[in-house]
């Protein structure tokens, strides 16, 4: 079963700043099936990043994905004061069908 | 325009049962596999179940199988999941998620705003 580690827990972070986020499997899995989702207090996740690096419709450029194999990157370039939320990684798989990362809350520093 | 709106949830003694549903328009849904993913209050997500689009493969995580059934009607578009020998540990915000794969991708691209289910005494 593969196990997806994010880090850090928590980044305190200023608008206009980098932010820069992880996700670590614990086996090499397809670029495909790993995706990241951005959520806000009280409301459901929203599709950010699909394929490790493509950006969901309607998603601004400040944010990219990138990595392969175990080790994948959120970046958000410049942060605006809407971004501050938790960001999520997901494997969507076989065995089990989904699993999802312990995710990364961004708050505002 | 693509749209999951769950019901169903609300507070269950331990032990009783609970049915959730998930209403979907805007999309043929009859040609979609669909999650449900769960959060607990202040935790992370948590996949539970999908169902394939003809509702002839389901899977479960281990936390819910032989408890929990997830069902659909594709006739009124709408699916399904039935909790049983509910436990405090069940508690949290189900969502209902459509699974989509595209160009060899796949992900969760559409949610519900989810119901909370709360298990108590």
């Known amino acids: 079963e593969i196990v997806l580690t994010q880090s850090p827990g928590t980044l305190s972070l200023s608008p206009g700043e980098r932010a820069t986020l992880s996700c670590r499997a614990s086996q090499s899995v397809s670029s495909s099936y790993l995706a990241w989702y951005q959520q806000k207090p009280g409301q459901a996740p929203r599709l950010l990043i699909y394929?490790?690096?493509t950006r969901a419709t309607g998603i601004p450029d400040r944010f990219s994905g990138s990595g392969s194999g175990t080790d994948f990157t959120l970046t958000i370039s410049r942060l605006e004061p809407e971004d501050f939320a938790v960001y999520c990684c997901q494997h969507y798989g076989s065995s089990p069908p989904s699993t999802f990362g312990q995710g990364t809350k961004l708050e505002i520093k | 325009q693509v749209q999951l709106v769950e019901s169903g949830g609300g507070v269950v003694q331990p032990g009783r049962s609970l049915r959730l549903s998930c209403a979907a328009s805007?999309?043929?849904?009859?040609?979609?596999?669909i999650h449900w993913v769960r959060q607990a209050p202040g935790k992370g997500l948590e996949w539970v179940a999908v169902i394939s689009y003809d509702g002839s493969n389901k899977y479960y995580a281990d936390s819910v199988r032989g408890r929990f059934t997830i069902s659909r009607d594709n006739f009124e578009n709408t699916l399904y999941l039935q909790m049983n020998s509910l436990r405090a540990e069940d508690t949290a915000v189900y969502y209902c998620a459509r699974g989509y794969c595209s160009g060899g991708n796949c992900m969760n691209d559409y949610w519900g705003q989810g119901t909370l289910v709360t298990v108590s005494s």
């Open positions: 394929g490790a690096s």
């Open positions: 805007g999309f043929t849904f009859s040609t979609y596999a």
